[in-house]
């Protein structure tokens, strides 16, 4: 994984509460078995008509979003099925981040498995952040801040997860590291 | 020793701890048994074969097809190729990766084969005071029997085929008490739903709930399943049940479940799970079952819930409710009963058992299917679909006018090209309601086996004790 100090950028704003994995990336994506190329199937079904041309209205098909790394989302993003395929497609898109006030925990725990990093701002945040599409904005996972242009907010970034996504770590080969441990364990559980 | 009393969550939690977590780290947390599908592994197995590295615990690992697999019988043994090409790739691919890997795999033509969260207590692989994990976020099911289980991410599949062990944060602790008798014609889905209303889609984010109280244990381990199947659908991690002689009972004789001196031993173990007298949870709820009715989804996720009999909330200035029930094709205020329906879907790994079934069946025994409806019931393994044909459920279901089908997720998700048509509305006992989730555009209300019957054979939203 690239590791991630700062991430500055525009935000694209997509003011929909309790948006599922379902919505993220329908399930009919899901038959592949490549990590790749899913970001073309992100929202598939609010972006796109039933023609397959993209609809003008959906907030991503604006030419302001074009190329916004920080996604703004309604409140509660995330919940639903475990398929990473979610964090895939919003990574394989651009994004880096997802901005809302409560985040899913499996969604989550994928996100950060995949360098497109949670943020979850309090109620005003959340607000300032909706209401300004296209904000410059800053992510500090260092101190954990988010800074717009009116104010600052600091987010829960786990310890563990700050220093994976700070020096590109990837937990397998941190759980790899564990095998001392892992076969102590089994030999007290009896486990062959 | 400690005396602090300990949660059943605490318990298995502690016993699985290769690494407690520190302020910097998370705990390592060994896995006892890994349940793969076809979906969610072929990225897992990617990263092994990348990196050079074996499955750690093959023999603590198993492997079947369900999400995309067909459920028409000549597809399945007729030879009949499968239909999505993508579908019949990932089959090939989880064939592949399992020979390759040495994991036992229930193929698509396996007798034990079947929708992953309802063969593995099924096969009793899934046992009192393990650590369960899927890639799959409906491993909660597995709770039921006093199992710590929870969905996992692609990535953490391959964490766990690598290593056996997962790297997590310990959750918080929630308590759902449910006490008294659940009135005629409501169960388990009726529950499950109903809690979701209350608490809503996020309020169990970051918690392992578990489910306690006489309510709860007066259900069967069917009704058990399909109540942890949802935790997931109020945002939790994981939901549980202490095991007890109704969870003992179920499981003895079982393929995988031990026997002779080992059952004797693991009893005494399995006794010792429940929680303490005294032990705390972070947070706790209280629900009466007395006062449950038949539940039905009126919007786009289960926390949009409503007593059948009724009306759809108003919420004046909410867009996204708005927005919601516009994609339903509803108003607020209007009534939900009698509201027609063309689709009825029995099946999934929240209402796909035995116990399912006989119920959808109690209510379709000299009945028909209301003509213009579709009912799809689909049996959540080949084994619940030999018991429920043992039985002579698949003749009442088929007499009545539905259809019966090989097992798997099917209309659940639709993956597979069991799916409904846009617009229309579907009456089913699976876990989402989702847009999109049974097919672009389609409408799906959540309700339990018995409503499902109901509704299918008026063809209408149809409160089940009418027909009782
Ligand atoms: S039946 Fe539905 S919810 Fe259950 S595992 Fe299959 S797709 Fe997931």
Redesign the pocket.
């Known amino acids: 994984m690239e590791p991630i100090r700062t991430l500055r950028s525009r935000t694209a704003v997509l003011p929909v509460s309790d948006v599922d994995t379902d919505q993220i990336i329908p399930a009919r994506f899901l038959t592949t078995t490549t990590r790749e190329g899913l970001g073309k199937h992100l929202f598939a079904d609010w972006r796109y008509g039933p023609d397959g041309i993209p609809r003008p209205d959906f907030a991503l098909n604006r030419a302001a979003a074009e190329g916004c790394a920080i996604l703004v989302a309604g409140n509660n993003f995330g919940c639903g ?1 475990s398929r990473e395929h979610a964090p895939w497609a919003l990574t394989d898109y651009g994004f880096r981040a997802v901005v809302s006030t409560q985040i899913a925990d499996i969604f989550r725990s994928n996100s950060l498995k995949n360098g497109l990093v949670p943020v979850i701002v309090d109620p005003d945040t959340h607000r300032w952040l909706l209401e300004h599409p296209g904000a410059e904005v800053s992510i500090d996972l260092e101190t954990a801040t988010l800074r717009h242009p009116a104010g600052e907010a600091h987010f829960p970034l786990e310890p563990f997860a700050r220093y994976c996504l700070i020096n590109g770590v990837d937990e397998l080969g941190f759980l790899l590291g564990r095998e001392t441990e892992i076969a102590a364990y089994e030999g007290r559980a009896g486990i062959q | 020793m400690s005396t602090t009393p300990q949660t059943l969550f605490e318990k298995v939690w502690r016993a699985h701890e290769v690494a407690a977590e520190r302020a910097d780290t998370p705990a390592v947390l060994y896995i006892d048994l890994h349940l793969i599908h076809e979906v969610t592994s072929p990225q897992a197995f990617t990263v092994l074969r990348q990196r050079a590295l074996k499955v750690r615990r093959p023999q603590l690992t198993f492997a079947t097809m ?2 995309s697999t067909p459920t028409r019988t000549e597809q399945v043994f007729g030879g009949a190729p499968i239909a999505i090409e993508a579908a019949a790739r990932q089959v090939r691919e989880l064939e592949v990766n399992c020979a390759a890997f040495g994991v036992e795999l229930l193929d698509l033509r396996n007798d034990r084969r079947g ?3 309802i063969i593995g207590p099924e096969l009793g692989l899934t046992q009192p005071g393990k650590t369960v994990v899927c890639g ?3 491993t909660s099911t597995h709770g039921a029997l006093g199992a710590l289980a929870f969905g996992i991410g692609t990535t953490e599949v391959g964490h766990v085929l690598a290593t056996q062990c997962l790297l997590q944060r310990k959750p918080r602790t929630f308590a759902i008490n449910v006490e008294g008798r659940f009135p005629a014609g409501v169960g388990a889905k009726d529950l499950i739903l109903s809690i979701i209303g209350r608490i809503g889609i996020g309020g169990g984010t970051g918690h392992v709930i578990e489910y306690r109280g006489g309510g709860i244990r007066s259900l069967d381990m069917d009704g058990r399943m399909t109540v942890c ?1 949802m935790s997931i659908e109020a945002g939790a991690r994981a939901g549980m049940i202490a095991p007890d002689e109704t969870t003992f009972a179920y499981l003895s004789g079982r393929l995988h479940a031990p026997r002779g001196e080992d059952w004797e031993r693991a009893l005494e173990h399995w006794r010792a799970l429940p929680t303490d007298p005294g032990a705390r949870f972070d947070r706790e709820i209280d629900i009466d079952a007395s006062t449950l009715e038949p539940m039905v989804t009126y919007g786009t996720h289960p926390g949009m819930v409503i007593p059948i009999g009724g009306a759809i909330p108003e919420r004046p200035g909410d867009p996204v409710f708005e927005k919601s029930l516009a994609y339903m094709g509803f108003s607020p205020g209007q009534p939900i009963k009698e509201h027609p329906v063309n689709v009825v879907f029995v ?4 209402n ?1 058992r035995l116990s399912d079934l006989r119920l959808a069946a109690s209510l379709l025994r000299g009945r028909k299917v209301a003509s213009g409806v579709q009912m799809l019931v689909v049996p ?1 393994s080949q084994q619940v679909k030999r018991e429920a044909e043992a039985e002579g459920l698949d003749r009442v279901f088929l007499e009545a006018g539905a259809e019966w089908r090989e097992s798997g ?2 209309m ?2 639709g ?1 597979n090209g069991d799916l409904v048509a846009k617009g229309h509305y579907a009456v089913s006992t ?3 309601n989702f847009e999109g989730r049974q097919g672009v555009g389609a409408r799906t209300l959540l309700a339990s086996p018995l409503t499902a019957a109901a509704c299918a054979v008026r063809g209408r939203v149809t409160d089940p004790r009418e027909l009782m």
């Open positions: 099925s | 369900d999400h929708i992953v969260h799959d976020s409906h199947n099946g999934s790994c929240t796909g959540g997720c099917s659940c998700l993956m699976s876990n989402r």
